[in-house]
């Protein structure tokens, strides 16, 4: 797995880390943004030697360095191609924090960012009072009439754009529909414990739920402790580490107290970050072991059932493809584990699906922050969605899940797109 460089927090790489790169360009083929432009600076090669000279002092932010920095989806392809083994993410991530210090970008998107992971995502309070408001919001004639508003463009158009991209909120959020401890339903195999994630907890309880439910009907005992936190991914994907860092510990102290073998994560991106917890904490003496033995058992959904705890699972004869998540090929190295799942479910018709580790263009907020450009490489995912004839995709990522929903509205296809969890609950025989 990637082990990213946490002693940076957000300041930009040292001249030895940003020289690790010998401008071989065997990443450029596997970058998104530099296939959409044919640009070096839209290069992950291109991006370093942007940071190393600014890095250096040689050249000063600009506005095209700060529109790199936010260009690129931060999806880790790059690392993955690297044989140098460069670890882009953190660069690119303590450069964005030198964006967001200057005074390049739009002042108001930077507040506003910064208010959301700070107030809202931060705190599990205010979240689920915004959800809650926009549960209402949703459930009420006023999506309609603002709709309406957008066509009379009277509000702008982007309101359109920014519903259908945004997930239903759910009817009871995770924490009050799942209980503290589930027993298993048969006999005892493992004792787990699961984290339910932020925007999961109030956007994506059903998938929740059936991870859950799944667990305990293969023999699991789950604890999902209720004072559990957000796990800090975001946070730290957009250079606050500060709540990162307050967010994992909150984690690390609240997980302290129960006992269990494996902490399942059902979020590519919360289970990549969570796993990175220890080298977070690898300079703080008395938090240090705690952080080692927590990343050390987090374990995503696909890498239990198929290293842990496999399992026989049915389904009827449907055609599907599956999805990789970037945080879960590329920051996990989880590539084979859904695969063997699936390719092992009797009465399944899996096709593999062209390019299937090739972002999808949700990467956190950058669909709503860089419509456009998410757009684009969606279609391309689209297209190969499409080439596999498949009539469902699974994934294993709830940000996948609502941007390929989304591509497959837009273009009136009757595909489905589910979770592993929930397929893999509804598979179970
Ligand atoms: S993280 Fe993704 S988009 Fe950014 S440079 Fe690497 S491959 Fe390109
Ligand atoms: S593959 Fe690695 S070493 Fe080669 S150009 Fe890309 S980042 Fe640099």
């Known amino acids: 797995m990637t082990q990213v460089n946490y002693n940076l ?11 690790q790169c010998i401008h071989c360009g065997m990443c450029l ?47 880790q392809a790059c690392e993955t191609a690297c044989p140098a083994g460069v670890k882009y993410g953190s660069m690119v991530e303590a450069a964005r924090v030198e964006v967001d210090n200057s ?63 945004s997930p239903k909120v759910s009817k009871k959020f995770s924490d009050s529909a799942i209980l503290e401890i589930t027993e298993p339903e048969n006999e005892i195999k493992y004792t787990t414990a699961f984290h339910y994630g932020c925007l999961m907890n109030v956007m994506f309880a059903d998938i929740n739920r059936d991870t859950v439910e799944l ?39 609240v997980f302290r107290k129960h006992n ?41 959904l696909s890498e239990f059932y198929s290293d842990i705890l496999p399992f026989e699972f049915k389904t ?3 055609i599907i493809t599956y999805h990789d998540a970037c945080h879960l090929v590329h920051s996990q190295k989880i590539y084979s584990q859904p695969r063997k799942i699936l390719r092992a479910i009797s009465g399944l018709n899996y096709k593999e699906m ?45 940000g996948c899940m609502a941007q390929i929903e989304y591509g497959c509205r837009k273009n009136n296809l009757n595909i489905t797109v589910e979770h592993l969890a929930t397929f893999l609950n509804r598979s179970e025989s």
Not at 360 to 376: F, H, L
Request: charged share 30%; with cysteine; proline share 4%.
């Open 215 to 253: 667990l305990s009907k293969t023999g699991c005992k789950v604890i999902t402790p209720k004072d559990q936190q957000c796990c800090g991914s975001l946070h730290a994907h957009n250079g606050d580490f500060e709540t990162a860092k307050k967010l994992a510990m909150e984690n690390l102290t």
């Open 9 to 19: 927090l957000g300041v930009l790489p040292n001249d030895d880390i940003l020289s």
């Open 103 to 165: 005074e390049y970008g739009s002042f108001f998107k930077k507040k506003i960012k910064k208010f959301t992971l700070k107030y809202i995502l931060a705190s599990k309070r205010n979240l689920k009072i915004v959800s809650r408001l926009l549960y209402y919001y949703q459930k009420s004639f006023l999506p309609k009439i603002v709709n309406k508003l957008c066509e009379f463009k009277i509000f702008p158009q982007r309101i359109i754009v920014l519903e259908s991209l």
């Open 354 to 398: 062209d390019e299937s580790i090739w972002c999808c263009g949700s990467a956190g907020i950058y669909n709503i922050v860089r419509y456009e450009d998410s757009m684009k490489i969606l279609e391309r995912k689209m297209e190969n969605i499409k080439k596999s004839g498949a009539e469902k995709v699974i994934t294993s990522n709830p």
């Open 316 to 318: 009827n004869n449907e």
């Open 29 to 75: 083929a596997t970058c998104p943004t530099y296939e959409l432009t044919k640009l070096e600076r839209s290069s992950p090669r291109g991006r370093i030697k942007m940071i190393k000279s600014i890095a250096r002092g040689e050249i000063p932010i600009s506005e095209i360095f700060a529109d790199e920095m936010n260009f690129c989806l931060d999806c």
């Open 260 to 300: 269990y073998d494996y902490l399942i994560s059902n979020s590519a991106g919360c289970g990549a970050f969570m796993k990175e917890y220890y080298h977070l904490f690898k300079d703080e003496p008395e938090l240090k072991e705690a952080a080692k033995s927590f990343s050390e058992r987090i374990k995503d």
